[in-house]
């Protein structure tokens, strides 16, 4: 404790105990390195990044990295980790929602990919340590699993409210949804083109309504029942 005097008497200022502050500190630098990862991998792509990039553009020492990360592929399962501790908190925010299931996956998606929106460049790493032989890719498809099982819980929630159909299990629909998520990030970071907030809303609206021609599209009821008897 420091002393500070005052009018009345002395009173004691608490100060953060050094392990608190060294935590703190240790933070920071993996956020540090973490973001200068991030942005090299979006201008220069993962295989022409180093190491020693990463540290310049921190500006911290090339040993300083190996404290935090075990290679520069690693930064991009603490990505994961970070879209998980989302999808936790998604899970929390459902429970409280007043907004239909399907609405609130929706917007929670958008959500989700607003990081890997800011360059399709950092999408392509993604799928580039993914789809690599490396130990990094059983990390991600670990930490994959633990985000299909997050986003079921919340595909459970709205079967039990009404708002997702029942007749086939959460881990099936659960599948469909991720499918349209990555399918959507893929294209859109081979071709860059448009918002991918607005891809991924239309893909979900396009998703929920299904595919059946509508009446209103010129197609006629007793079509549209053969095609769903189908």
Do not use: C
Not at 36 to 57: C, N, P, S, Y
Not at 70 to 80: R, W
Not at 201 to 227: H, Y
């Amino acid at each position: 404790m420091m002393k500070a005097k005052s009018g009345t008497g002395t009173t004691r200022v608490p100060v953060a105990p050094a392990s608190s502050r060294r935590s703190r500190r240790s933070a920071e630098m993996r956020e540090r390195l973490f973001r200068a990862a991030l942005e090299l991998f979006a201008r220069k792509g993962l295989q022409e990044t180093t190491v020693e990039d990463i540290t310049e553009a921190a500006d911290v020492g090339k040993g300083t990295f190996f404290n935090y990360f075990p290679s520069k592929e690693h930064i991009l399962t603490a990505f994961v980790e970070m879209q998980i501790g989302k999808l936790e908190a998604a899970v929390e925010e459902a429970q409280r929602t007043e907004l239909p299931m399907p609405e609130f996956l929706r917007e929670m998606s958008v959500r989700m990919t607003e990081e890997p929106g800011r360059n399709p460049s950092v999408v392509r790493a993604l799928l580039q340590a993914y789809l690599s032989k490396t130990p990094v890719r059983e990390l991600i498809r670990a930490k994959q699993q633990r985000g299909h099982e997050l986003m079921a819980e919340m595909i459970e929630m709205g079967q039990q409210r009404g708002e997702v159909r029942g007749d086939l299990p959460a881990g099936e629909i659960t599948h469909v949804l991720r499918q349209t998520i990555f399918g959507t990030l893929l294209l859109w970071s081979v071709t860059g083109e448009g918002a991918l907030g607005e891809r991924i809303r239309s893909a979900f609206d396009l998703l929920w309504t299904g595919l059946s021609p509508r009446v209103a599209d010129g197609g006629n009821a007793e079509g549209s029942e053969r095609g769903e008897a189908r």
